[in-house]
């Protein structure tokens, strides 16, 4: 990293730790769920944006990390924060399960499989036998958690929805060095090798197999810890709250934040939290027929979506101030 | 065993219906390779536009054939104006262009007419009139779709047309040799796929009701149709259409229950594309590396 990136990420992380302190609290909840939205972006780019596996169903993934948090802390008791690691555990098993039949589909077809999985989730959760772990269509709900008391000792007095704020924060900041960590490296050149050029990269001596299952597990093990932490954030989980139409906003996210770009996520996750925000003053499908011009402006003008727009600007001020 | 063949043509009759989608789906796969994600909002769409007309006091039939026609121009439009840009284009970049196509349909819909649902007319009479084990309007679906097919059939084997566009879907470079426009090929088969999909959109309309969420179930079925019968095959597409339609009932009523069906297109679906991509009646895909 040069020494402007890391001014500029030490100062984004600065104003997000005193974001909750400036607002009032029904942003600071929207703020957390942007955050939430930035876990499950990244984990969808690095499956389609790096990988170039693309899925359609990602809200399945989303879903079960929700699902599992819930009836972990309704049925077993289980505190919020220890069902975090249990939720990225069955969601990195179930992808990497889902990932291996969808090793011999590529592109299209990939899109089609999961499609389907998004579709039919649903009605999967619905499903009567599992009423008794699921609840049914009601769902579940659960309790919010509050601050621990260590920090009202410390003198600092937190309200449920800043405590969330920045559990979420920790979280999300975690991932991302991971993310980060893993995709600079041997492993990250392999995901771009493989979405290139598959038959160089197993010339290579890449495992693309084994390569592509795991990245499936990765990227839905994020999009499940983001699940995890959304239903924290919501206090509740129902099977309509997870149709397709969550996965369709996921991937609205990686397309406008920027495909194969970390900082991508959050850019996405700005526009899908605030935008529909905005536009749901002008009608209730308004958002949604926003979401799809842009999806086509995106795909038609800028298909390296805000991220990619932004890298370019930099690049042509630096070349500017070069020539002066 | 009343019941059981009771379930058998029922399916038979949504069957058609999801042949009639399957094989739109296929038709534009043919010629471009590609999936379209959106067929089910463009024959929603379409259906809406008929219960427009229909409300307007037009009779059904002259609503049924205008409403054909205008998907037909619409398939036509959209190919022309957002599918043309993207022709080349990473597959990534197309599939975004379909869902983003079918999030627009929808919320326009959805726009226009609320999201209240909305009771379709059936053309068929009520009493029924094949027996006890149809209602009219499942035999008609079926009749309807029958005479698609063989409206397709005859129109792919005996017009110099449908030849061109059989030529232009199988070898461009060639077809373009010999005088064939082959991007406006391209656009009459979007445009005839879209057709097809609205006669779909219409006879589903009375059973599952209009609303703009309505295709979501519909579109499913059909990819596992055409998935089942090779989704290069037009024969295997109707085959498939008719035995994921059978499926889907007996299954529902008799063994998972109502409220898994879906499931059974996405196991059909997965199943399909890991043990045998090609389906029934697809050619085995070679590729040279």
Redesign the interface.
């Known amino acids: 990293m040069s020494r402007r990136q890391l001014i500029v990420l030490a100062a984004v992380l600065a104003l997000a730790c005193v974001l909750p302190f400036l607002v009032s609290n029904y942003r600071t909840f929207q703020f957390n769920l942007v955050i939430i939205y930035a876990i499950a972006l990244l984990g969808l780019n690095i499956l389609?944006g790096y990988n170039?596996q693309?899925s359609?169903g990602h809200g399945a993934f989303y879903a079960m990390g929700a699902y599992c948090t819930a009836i972990l802390m309704d049925k077993f008791g289980v505190p919020y924060w220890a069902t975090l690691p249990v939720a990225g555990a069955v969601c990195l098993l179930f992808g990497f399960l889902f990932g291996l039949?969808a090793l011999?589909?590529e592109?299209?077809?990939l899109?089609?499989?999961t499609?389907?999985?998004g579709?039919?989730l649903p009605?999967?959760l619905?499903?009567?036998q599992l009423e008794n772990w699921t609840g049914g269509v009601q769902g579940i709900v659960i309790a919010k958690p509050e601050a621990p008391a260590f920090f009202g000792s410390l003198g600092l007095r937190l309200n449920p929805d800043q405590w969330l704020y920045f559990f979420t924060l920790a979280v999300a900041i975690v991932m991302f060095v991971l993310a980060w960590n893993l995709l600079r490296g041997r492993v990250g050149r392999a995901l771009v090798a493989i979405r290139d050029q598959h038959?160089a990269a197993e010339a290579m001596g890449i495992n693309s197999a084994m390569v592509k299952s795991l990245t499936f597990g990765v990227s839905a093990m994020y999009t499940g810890i983001a699940g995890s932490l959304g239903a924290i954030a919501v206090q509740f989980v129902a099977p309509d709250s997870f149709n397709?139409?969550l996965s369709?906003v996921f991937?609205v996210g990686i397309?406008v934040g920027g495909?194969a770009s970390i900082s991508g996520a959050i850019y996405g996750a700005l526009f899908i939290q605030f935008v529909p925000n905005v536009a749901d003053e002008i009608?209730?499908?308004?958002?949604?027929?926003i979401?799809?011009?842009f999806?086509?402006g995106f795909?038609?003008l800028m298909?390296m979506g805000v991220a990619g727009a932004l890298r370019m600007a930099v690049a042509r001020l630096g070349r500017k101030r070069q020539n002066t | 065993m009343d019941a059981f063949f009771h379930q058998v043509i029922a399916g038979l009759a949504t069957g058609g219906i999801y042949a009639s989608l399957a094989l739109a789906l296929v038709m534009i796969y043919q010629a471009t390779h590609l999936i379209n994600f959106a067929q089910g909002e463009m024959a929603m769409f379409a259906t809406y536009i008929a219960w427009t007309l229909v409300e307007a006091g037009m009779p059904y039939w002259a609503a049924f054939f205008l409403t054909v026609a205008f998907a037909f121009v619409f398939g036509v439009v959209i190919e022309r104006i957002v599918i043309r840009p993207v022709e080349n284009a990473p597959v990534l970049a197309v599939v975004v262009v379909f869902i983003a196509l079918l999030v627009i349909l929808n919320s326009v819909t959805g726009w226009i007419y609320t999201y209240t649902i909305k009771t379709f007319p059936s053309p068929f009479p009520a009493e029924p009139i094949f027996g006890k084990y149809l209602t009219s309007h499942q035999g008609g679906a079926i009749a309807v779709t029958l005479v698609v097919l063989l409206l397709l059939f005859a129109f792919f084997r005996y017009t110099p047309l449908g030849l061109a566009m059989r030529a232009a879907a199988q070898n461009p470079e060639s077809s373009r040799l010999v005088g064939i426009r082959v991007g406006w090929m391209l656009a009459l088969g979007w445009g005839l796929a879209s057709a097809i999909g609205a006669v779909a959109g219409v006879m589903v309309a009375p059973i599952v009701y209009l609303d703009p969420n309505m295709m979501g179930g519909v579109l499913l079925y059909a990819f596992a149709a055409a998935l089942v019968g090779g989704v290069d095959s037009p024969g295997g597409a109707v085959f498939g259409g008719f035995l994921v339609g059978v499926l889907e009932n007996v299954l529902g009523a008799f063994v998972i229950g109502n409220e898994l069906k879906l499931a059974v297109a996405l196991v059909l679906i997965i199943g399909v594309l890991v043990v045998r991509p090609s389906g029934f009646f697809g050619k085995v895909l070679v590729t040279r590396v």
């Open positions: 389609t170039g693309i359609l039949p011999r589909l592109g299209l077809y899109a089609l499989a499609f389907a999985l579709v039919s009605q999967l619905k499903y009567h038959v397709i139409f369709i991937l397309v495909l009608s209730k499908a308004a958002p949604w027929a979401f799809g011009v999806l086509i795909v038609y298909p």
